[in-house]
């Protein structure tokens, strides 16, 4: 029994204690006590939202949300991901993009089985600052017994 305080002073005083890595600052450059400028890459999109209004259920959106690399380094898109199947990235250029270039990521939104106001999102992974830039798909879509009837006009001769 008299082993017990021991072993709980063993226990606690092994945990390992939290370190904050908040303040290190490596330098690319390795030049030190200079204010060398940080070498960034940044994803300026275009739009962030790509509005596609009124749609019947069943139809597919398909949109390119162009950008630009406006930082000083060059942009990796590492990944283009979605929250759910619906919602397919088709193409995103896998190649680095030079500072001033630009490029397209492709997306397809199938409203099949979605109605009333929907928006889907895609979130882009990149090597820049900031790393994850999203997109966003927005619009209403009518269910099927929503589409308005066709009108029948008369039909006369002249």
Request: glycine share 10%; net charge negative; with cysteine.
């Amino acid at each position: 029994m008299r082993w017990i305080p021991f072993l709980i002073l063993v226990v606690w005083g092994c945990n390992t204690p939290e370190v904050n890595t908040s303040l290190i600052d490596i330098p690319a450059s390795g030049a030190q006590g200079q204010s060398a400028e940080r070498e960034v890459a940044t994803l300026e999109p275009d739009e962030r939202i790509f509005r596609y209004d009124t749609v019947v259920e069943g139809a597919v959106i398909t949109h390119g949300f162009t950008f630009r690399n406006t930082g000083n380094a060059p942009l990796l898109i590492a990944d283009v991901s979605s929250g759910c199947g619906c919602t397919v990235p088709k193409n995103w250029p896998r190649e680095l993009i030079p500072p001033g270039g630009e490029g397209t990521i492709e997306v397809a939104f199938n409203t099949r089985g979605w109605s009333g106001d929907v928006d889907k999102r895609v979130t882009a992974v990149t090597n820049g600052d900031p790393s994850v830039v999203h997109f966003v798909l927005d619009g209403h879509i009518l269910a099927p017994s929503e589409t308005p009837e066709p009108v029948a006009l008369p039909i006369t001769r002249h």
